[in-house]
C-alpha cells in the first residue's frame, strides 16, 4: 500500500492509498449468474466486496470486472478509504 503526504506549516497528514498494480493480479471469482440475476457471468473481487461486474461470456465479465475494479480502486483512494486490497 501506498502512501501519500501532505502537510501545512503545522500538520503532518499521512493517507493510505492502493497503489494501480497490474489489475490482473487481483484475485477474483467467476460464475454463471443465477435465473433471478440474469443471464451471463457474475465477476467478484475478493479483496474489494464493493466491486463487481458481469458479461456475456466469461471473457467480457473478465474484461468488464478490469474496468470496474479500476474505477473502485481510483474511488476509495479519492476518498481514502484505502484498505488492504494490495495484491
Do not use: W
Not at 497490474?22 to 477474483?28: Q, S
Not at 473478465?62 to 476518498?79: P, Q, S, Y
Amino acid at each position: 500500500m501506498g502512501q501519500e503526504c501532505c502537510s501545512d506549516s503545522s500538520t503532518l497528514i499521512v493517507l493510505n492509498t492502493i497503489p494501480m498494480h497490474n489489475l490482473d493480479d487481483y484475485p477474483f471469482e467467476i460464475r454463471p449468474m443465477r435465473p433471478d440475476e440474469g443471464t451471463g457471468f457474475l465477476i467478484t473481487f475478493t479483496d474489494f466486496n464493493e466491486c463487481f461486474s458481469d458479461g456475456a461470456t466469461v471473457e467480457e465479465a473478465i474484461e468488464n470486472g478490469r474496468d470496474a475494479l479500476k474505477t473502485a480502486i481510483l474511488a476509495l483512494n479519492e476518498h481514502h478509504l484505502a484498505g488492504t486490497g494490495t495484491p
